[in-house]
């Protein structure tokens, strides 16, 4: 097989790095060890920046996204016996969307399959080669054959566990493992709020979010090591509902379709970039969720990256190609602080005088507008190039 651009992973970052790249003029392969089946029901991330809204739209692919989305002008924060919007729009003029990143992927599945994109679901064996040359090519084996995809760039978008990531030499990294984990839910019940609620409480953060007008998305803080067998329906909203406790205000409960335990950690790489391999999305750098920026990083990844191969392989212009790392990781680790500012604002330990603490920024917060101002513009999101 042969291609100008060989993408290891079909997640949000492999398709619409391809997509981008057919709008340039620039063909592509895709392969994926999963199948498309289970890609495409991954539960991931469900807010939108704006800059992800906008460059969505100006590529044709916000048609369902702004007939489905949810538009969130902001959030709210809490701590026992208050609950306090920060209006984003009013702040900073922007605004995120709640739409679930399973709609980002099938949205770009199906223009990709409109395009005739090529695909190759459920491989083995995945491996990089050659990067140092001007002939790098991927093997991969697929119905017990062994495959080899020639190219003239590899870009891997294959994730924290992806052959991609190993196969840079010596990389500088860097990593936070934070001392608790969430225990995530969806729940067939309409949401209780409008806007997504981030509460800080003694017994640990609470999230209420949402996917649909009758699918709830919550979290609770729980310790590391948590086994989801140990956390009964009842259990899960007793802890919800006593966390997002507020005088005239009720949390809905319903049935629970889905239980789940996620680590916290911050990481990153460096370089994203190797030879003829480039990297984007979680194959660089992984962040807690907990600042909505982890599909956002992804695709700001791309919107640099696609311009940077389409000069390269069409132009043999290396312009762009050779700053995209550090282009890159000027807004990783914008994000990256950001998320781990708002994790160890709203997440609860053991030493009495860090709450004092977390509850003086919270009170400052919601009491300063520039501080108000601040969160509001790293949530609503940066622009690409900023």
């Not at 981030?198 to 729980?222: C, I, K, N």
């Not at 509902?241 to 629970?256: E, K, V």
């Not at 997440?347 to 860090?354: A, L």
Request: with cysteine; aromatic share 8%; charged share 25%.
């Amino acid at each position: 097989m042969r291609t100008q651009v060989a993408i290891v992973g079909a997640g949000p970052a492999g398709l619409l790095l391809s997509h981008l790249l057919d709008r340039a003029g620039v063909e592509s392969v895709i392969v994926e060890t999963r199948s498309r089946e289970y890609v495409e029901a991954r539960i991931r991330a469900g807010i939108l920046e704006q800059s992800t809204v906008d460059l969505l739209r100006d590529n044709g692919l916000g048609e369902r996204l702004d007939r489905e989305g949810d538009v969130h002008r902001g959030i709210y924060l809490q701590w026992p016996g208050e609950r306090h919007h920060l209006d984003f729009t009013e702040l900073v003029g922007r605004s995120v969307a709640v739409y679930g990143q399973t709609e980002v992927t099938k949205d770009l599945g199906r223009a990709r399959d409109a395009a005739g994109q090529q695909i190759v679901y459920e491989v083995a064996d995945t491996a990089v080669h050659d990067l140092e040359t001007d002939a790098p090519f991927v093997t991969f084996t697929r119905d017990g054959e062994t495959v080899r995809l020639d190219a003239d760039v590899v870009v891997g978008c294959d994730g924290s566990f992806g052959p991609s990531r190993a196969a840079v030499p010596n990389p500088q990294t860097w990593e936070r493992i934070y001392p608790y984990s969430w225990l995530g839910i969806l729940a067939d019940v309409a949401p209780s709020t409008d806007e997504l609620i981030y509460a800080w409480h003694p017994d640990g953060f609470a999230l209420h979010s949402m996917r649909s007008e009758t699918v709830s998305r919550l979290y609770l803080q729980v310790p590391n090591g948590t086994d989801v067998a140990d956390w009964s329906d009842d259990r899960i909203w007793s802890a919800l509902s006593a966390r997002f406790a507020l005088d005239g205000w009720t949390l809905n409960a319903g049935p629970i379709t889905e239980k789940s335990v996620l680590p916290m950690r911050s990481f990153v790489q460096q370089p994203m970039r190797h030879g003829r391999l480039f990297l984007a999305g979680d194959a660089a750098h992984i962040v807690p969720p907990t600042g909505a920026k982890g599909l956002n990083l992804a695709v700001a990844d791309v919107a640099l990256l696609a311009p940077a191969l389409a000069a390269l392989v069409r132009d043999e212009d290396s312009t762009l190609a050779d700053t995209y790392s550090d282009d890159a990781l000027r807004r990783v680790w914008r994000c990256t602080h950001f998320s781990w500012w708002m994790t160890t604002m709203l997440h609860t330990s053991t030493d009495p005088f860090d709450a004092r603490l977390q509850l003086a920024q919270l009170r400052w917060v919601v009491s300063s507008e520039a501080a108000a101002r601040e969160l509001a513009e790293n949530y609503a999101g940066l622009p690409i190039r900023f």
